[in-house]
């Protein structure tokens, strides 16, 4: 399910783009080689937004996750910085809600509109 709903998402975005409501190139499932003090690795974002000043990350869950603001902010984020050394603006987009967060959006226009640090998430049944 959790795949499907991240495709799902994908869509979206695909959509939000062509409208011209997100303004930039989307990447979709991008893998990205580093090597850290751990040695190689490898991480897929689930998708994200180069524009021309800054970075929309988007990590998919089909419930709410706490795991997933670790995945953003310590892993995809620096990596993100590193190659395209941009502001890069992180979201959480989730069908299931476990709690009300802080920084609940509707829509990713929502992040740029009143952009800041930590993770957005954007509740998005599909």
Known sequence: AGIAYEK???RELKRLVRNGDLDGELILG???LFCDI???GWAQPD???LMEDKIILFEA???QS???VPQLLSLYLPLLRQIYNLPILCAQVCHNLRYVPKKLVESPQEI???PGP????WHFIG
């Open 30 to 32: 991008q893998w990205i």
């Open 38 to 40: 751990n040695g190689v």
């Open 118 to 121: 930590g993770v957005f998430v």
């Open 61 to 63: 869950k089909l419930t």
């Open 47 to 49: 998708a994200y937004v």
């Open 112 to 114: 740029l509109a009143n």
């Open 8 to 10: 799902v998402v994908g």
């Open 66 to 68: 706490d795991s997933a």
